[in-house]
């Protein structure tokens, strides 16, 4: 595809969204040195109890310091989950998606778990759902190298199945670990499923999507999953709604928490 087309793809996006300017204007997307985290605790203080001593171990083994940078961090836990046979369904997987992204980012998504292109590529997102995703992304200035992405579960459940109760609390530990070491400003929660484990609670989408919510140091907003926006195309000026309160958090203006 021609840049020319892909232009006209996103101004074409953009208006189904209900977009009616964009600001050239990058200064917003520098995080400013004095908002960085400051001080990081060390990882004992960082990383679930489940995971928390080998990662120790595995740092003092290598010789990294105490207070080790979000990347570092990443390494640790990326580690620690290995070639992860904790649950059932790493029998059938292709390949362990853990997340990608700029490990400093200030804006994470979260979704729910691997499709059948994330499985055979090794990277979430990477889809139809995350073309979609990229997209949306885009509609805030931002590039997908700029934030982070990850699942709550790691391995693709079996033809795309909901995840079980079991396999959700075997992998969530290694999620918010992930989230604690990037430190991000805003967590956008994609879906049902990603919401239910963030917020920790049955709970509809529908019911909370678009609510800003503090959460792990962060501000957490949950929205549509892009695959429900491939079929409820209708939806994407929700989400769209949403993006802009994320947008407006990154920007540092005042956004009601409810």
């Known amino acids: 595809m021609s840049r020319s087309d892909q232009l006209r793809d996103h101004l074409a996006f953009f208006k189904e969204l209900g977009v009616t300017g964009m600001s050239r204007d990058t200064a917003w997307r520098v995080r400013p040195a004095d908002q960085l985290p400051s001080g990081d605790p060390g990882l ?7 995971i928390r001593r080998e990662a120790i171990s595995m740092v003092d083994r290598a010789g990294a310091p105490a207070a080790a940078s979000a990347k570092e961090r990443l390494i640790v836990i990326r580690e620690d989950l290995g070639d992860c046979t904790r649950c059932k369904l790493h029998a059938r997987r292709t390949h362990l998606v853990f997340g990608v992204g700029n490990p400093a980012a200030d804006l ?3 979704g729910e778990a691997p499709g059948r292109d994330e499985d055979l590529r090794g990277e979430p997102f990477v889809g139809r759902a995350g073309k979609l995703l990229t997209k949306i992304i ?6 997908r190298e700029d934030v982070y992405i990850a699942n709550v579960i790691k391995c693709r459940p079996p033809d795309n199945r909901n995840p079980e109760s079991e396999e959700i ?9 992930q989230i604690d070491a990037i430190n991000p400003k805003v967590i956008v929660g994609l879906g049902s499923f990603a919401v239910r484990t963030l917020l920790g609670v049955e709970v509809a989408i529908s019911k909370v999507r678009g609510q800003v919510q503090d ?5 957490f907003i949950p929205t549509f999953h892009p695959a ?5 195309p209708d939806k994407k000026r929700e989400v769209w709604e949403d993006m802009k309160r994320v947008r407006d958090i990154l920007n540092d203006k005042t956004v009601v928490t409810r």
């Not at 075997?170 to 670990?177: D, I, R, S, V």
């Not at 959460?215 to 501000?219: C, L, P, S, V």
């Not at 429900?228 to 409820?232: A, D, E, I, M």
């Open 44 to 50: 004992h203080e960082m990383l679930p109890e489940a």
């Open 108 to 110: 994470m998504f979260v």
């Open 138 to 143: 885009e509609s805030i200035d931002l590039r």
């Open 169 to 177: 609390a075997t992998c969530e530990p290694f999620l918010f670990a």
């Open 215 to 219: 959460y792990r140091g962060a501000k």
């Open 228 to 232: 429900y926006l491939l079929r409820s």
